[in-house]
C-alpha cells in the first residue's frame, strides 16, 4: 500500500529545504550513522560486529542529503550504493569506491548510474565522522562532497 503524501507533508519538506541551517542539521544526524558504521566496520571497539555494518545504506542516506546543499543545480537524490569495495588504511581511514545510483527529486523517477570514491575518517570514539572527501562522476558531471 502506498503512503498518500498529505499537504502537512508538503509544508514539512518545503520548509525543510527552503533552510540551509536544517539541511546542514540533517546531514550532520546522518555523518553519526556513517561514523558508527565505519567504527563497526574498522573494528575500533576491537570486537568482530555482531552484525554487518549498514555502510552502504547509511552512506546513500547521507548522500541524499549531502546532494541537496548545494552540490548540484538542481534536487537530486541518492537510490543506492552497489558492488561497494572498501579498503582500511589505517586505524580510523578507509577508502572506499563503489557504483551509485543518482536522479532528479523532481518526481519523475529517472536514475541513473555513475562512481563513488572517496575517503572516510572517523574520530578516535567512533561517534562521529573527522573528515570525508566523496568524489561522485555522473552524467559528464562531478561532484565532490567532503567534510575537511
Given at each position: 500500500?502506498?503512503?498518500?503524501?498529505?499537504?502537512?507533508?508538503?509544508?514539512?519538506?518545503?520548509?525543510?529545504?527552503?533552510?540551509?541551517?536544517?539541511?546542514?542539521?540533517?546531514?550532520?544526524?546522518?555523518?553519526?550513522?556513517?561514523?558508527?558504521?565505519?567504527?563497526?566496520?574498522?573494528?575500533?571497539?576491537?570486537?568482530?560486529?555482531?552484525?554487518?555494518?549498514?555502510?552502504?545504506?547509511?552512506?546513500?542516506?547521507?548522500?541524499?542529503?549531502?546532494?541537496?546543499?548545494?552540490?548540484?543545480?538542481?534536487?537530486?537524490?541518492?537510490?543506492g550504493l552497489e558492488n561497494i569495495k572498501v579498503k582500511r588504511i589505517g586505524k580510523y581511514r578507509m577508502a572506499f569506491r563503489s557504483e551509485i545510483w543518482i536522479g532528479p527529486e523532481d518526481?519523475?523517477?529517472?536514475?541513473?548510474?555513475?562512481?563513488?570514491?572517496?575517503?572516510?575518517?572517523?574520530?578516535?570514539?567512533?561517534?562521529?565522522?573527522?573528515?570525508?572527501?566523496?568524489?561522485?562522476?555522473?552524467?559528464?558531471?562531478?561532484?565532490?562532497?567532503?567534510?575537511?
Amino acid at each position: 500500500m502506498k503512503k498518500r503524501v498529505t499537504p502537512r507533508d508538503k509544508k514539512y519538506f518545503a520548509s525543510l529545504y527552503a533552510s540551509k541551517r536544517r539541511l546542514k542539521n540533517r546531514v550532520l544526524w546522518h555523518e553519526r550513522f556513517v561514523a558508527s558504521a565505519v567504527a563497526e566496520y574498522l573494528e575500533i571497539y576491537g570486537t568482530k560486529p555482531k552484525r554487518k555494518p549498514r555502510l552502504s545504506s547509511n552512506l546513500e542516506w547521507l548522500l541524499t542529503w549531502k546532494l541537496k546543499t548545494t552540490l548540484c543545480p538542481i534536487l537530486m537524490w541518492c537510490d543506492g550504493l552497489e558492488n561497494i569495495k572498501v579498503k582500511r588504511i589505517g586505524k580510523y581511514r578507509m577508502a572506499f569506491r563503489s557504483e551509485i545510483w543518482i536522479g532528479p527529486e523532481d518526481g519523475s523517477g529517472i536514475t541513473s548510474k555513475g562512481t563513488i570514491t572517496g575517503e572516510i575518517e572517523v574520530r578516535h570514539t567512533g561517534k562521529q565522522l573527522k573528515n570525508y572527501a566523496m568524489v561522485i562522476q555522473h552524467e559528464n558531471c562531478t561532484y565532490e562532497a567532503k567534510k575537511a
